[in-house]
Structures are given as C-alpha cells and as structure tokens.
C-alpha cells in the first residue's frame, strides 16, 4: 500500500478522535510556564502550533504530507517570524542547491542572526543540533565506541601503530571514511582491506578509521546473508536528555548469499549497497520484522533478548557519554535559555556476529524515511506518528521541561525511555 494513501486513511482519526482520545490527559501550563523564568515578558501561545518552515528534500516528502494532513501544519515561508516548527532547515534551508551544514545562509541564518536565544517557547527545531560532530560521524562514534571497547575500531592516524600490530595479512578489516562535510553513504567510502598496505598512506585529512571485520550471523537457505538490525532513536531534549528507542525494529539482508572467497563483493558484505546490486530475494524479503527474521534463521528467544538488551545499552551508553558536549552546540543552548524545543529522529544499524554479538556500524542523522518496502514502510510510519504525539504536536505546546517530560511520559506509544545507568 502506499504511504500516501495511508495518510488519508488515518486523516480521519486524527481529525475527529485523536483530541477526544487525550481529554483525559491534563497538560499542567502554569507549571510549565514557571519554569521559563528566564523569560521577561512573552504572550505564550496557548493554540495549536501550525505553521511550518518545510525545507527537506525528497526523502522527507512523506513525512511532510504527514505533517500536513495529520498533524494539521502548513507551510509558511522562511521568513514568518511567527513559525511553529521547521522540518529540514538544516542543512536544506540554505542557498538552493547548497547544504548549509555550516548553517550561514537562507533560514538558519535569518534565524541565528536573530539569536538562538531569541526563539519563542512554542517552537520547535529540527534535528536537536550537534550530532554530525559527535555520535552520528562515524569517527567521532567510532571513539566514543573506543571508550567503551578499545578494539571495537581505529581512528586513523592516531591509532595507527596500534591498529598495524595487529593486521597479520589474514584477518579481514573494514576501512571507511567520513567527516562532517563528506556525503558518504550506500557504501560508499568503504572498503575490505587485510594487508598493512593497503592502508592509505596520506592519512592527513583524518576522514579514516578501521574496524575489524566479524563474521555474520548466517540462516540456512536464502538467509545465509549478511544481515544488519535497523532500529530508530528519538532525541526530544538535550537540556536534559531525553533519548527513546522505538521497540519495533527491522532487518536487512545483503544482496547475495554470504561466502568468505569473494571479500570486495560489496553485495555480499554490506547491505547498504542493496541499491546498487542485483538482489535475488524477493523485495519483501529484502526487509523483514526482526521478530520474522529471528523465526526464520531460528534465532533463540534467548538470542534475540541478548541482541536487543547489548544494542540498547551500547547505545545509551555512548549517547549519554556524549551529550555534555552536544549541549555546547550554540542552537542548542539557545532552544535551553528560549524555553523552544527540539527533536531529532535517527537510525541505528547494527551487525550480529556469528557468536551472536552486536557491533553497531553507525548512527544516521538524517535516514532515508521514504522507503517504500513493506516492513520499514509501516515502521518509520508508525513511529513518527507515534513520536509526533508523544511530543504534543496534536495538543496546544507543553512549556518547560519538567511537563514536557511528564507530558512524554503518558503518551510514548511503542517508544522505550533510555535512560542513563
């Protein structure tokens, strides 16, 4: 079915039952507006929000058509100082045809020129800011993970004494690249690499990092392939933070059957090389529930809660870890002294071992949210409707953190609260 056309089937819910559903959920607005005693004097906005600055490409496209004929939003222009809430600003409201990562141009910059400081208590910011210099490069990941594991992965060069004692011209290595302002993705900027030489030898951009290679997870039959887990991530405050999980999460599976001869065949070793390789399953076949998959190669129960547990605490382990400088970010203090808010929506991809352990490749900031495979479809669907409701874009705005947690609280549907242990 398509996305669209489930739209105008919940359009109707929505509009009629949705706010009849939460009357019995009380929204405590003098509490929250205590909260914000940083701020003189404002008219708070006691309505819906609905006006929205629309800036993301096409991967978005459903997700804005959500906005709209769900949640009730539409789009005002750049340059409305009295927007509600921004959808692909950053980095796609800059100079047409320009990613402005650097945020310097069109609507970041009319809003950073009016200071961060300045926005109003009721708008909301999309993504919460400061991720792609942290968690969501794969470096940056890379040494936070390093924290955690000291050979999980290699940041080149400084690791690179410590990485060549142990490449004995055997075992496999993955070799990527990525940096805050390389566009890298379906597998490009990785290679498969066994031989000290095959190294890069001019190392001075520090783009390169290099984790060990771990034999997969393998089913019988059609499913012995590479697989990866894909599960999402919500961010809905960094002043403090608040991060969730969404319990439903997917799998896809490489593109051709898995051997150990052929070790450049990115079909066989990388499954976000799916959209360039010839793939011999069947497209809903391609991407399945987990909970299918685990019934398919006939993963224990017991298996299946390790997987899910590890992920999750890694997770939470290493976005926790880094939160204290994400909360430097400037637009990111300036949502926590303006009392506005922010979320961001991510994507977590992550390997299970043959030994049944998990080794998380990335965290994406921005995931392709257009995919039009059954499974992930109705996924990323569900989950941001269902993070759309759990922040109040359905009800007047929740002011202060405090009710905004509580408020989050009574409404996370099927997302999980990680906390920090």
Known sequence: MLFGLMFFQTQQLNSTGMNELKKANVIDVEKGINELNNIDTIELKKERRSRAVFCGPHYSSNIVNMLKLVFGFSATHEKDPNWDIQYGAYPHCGRAGYKDWDMETGFNKVVGDKGWPNLKPWQVWFPCMGCRQSYCNKREFCKLQRDVDPSACFVLPDDLEALQSKMDGQKLWVLKRDGPHLDLHTGKGITYIKKKEQIPQDLSDRTYLVQPYSKPFLGKGKYNRKSELRL?????????????????MWVVLASSAYTDDDISNKCIHDTHANSYCKNDLHPNEQSISFEDY??????????????????????????????????KNIVNQGIKES??????????????????NIAIYEINEFPFVNDNLLVPEKIIKDSHMELFEMIGLD????????ERAKYEAAHTGSWKRLNQE
Not at 232 to 240: N, Q
Not at 298 to 318: P, Y
Request: proline share 5%.
């Open 339 to 356: 009392g506005a808010s922010c979320f961001s929506y991510l994507r977590a991809d992550v390997g299970i071992t043959k030994e049944g």
């Open 232 to 248: 999402y991530l919500a961010v809905t405050s960094t002043w403090p933070l608040r991060l969730y999980s969404y319990e439903k």
């Open 395 to 402: 009800q007047p705005p929740v002011y202060g953190d405090i």
């Open 294 to 327: 685990a019934t398919k190669v006939e993963m224990s129960k017991e298996l299946q809660k390790t997987v899910v547990d590890s992920t999750l605490r890694l997770i939470s382990k290493i976005i926790h870890t880094a939160n204290p400088e994400i909360q």
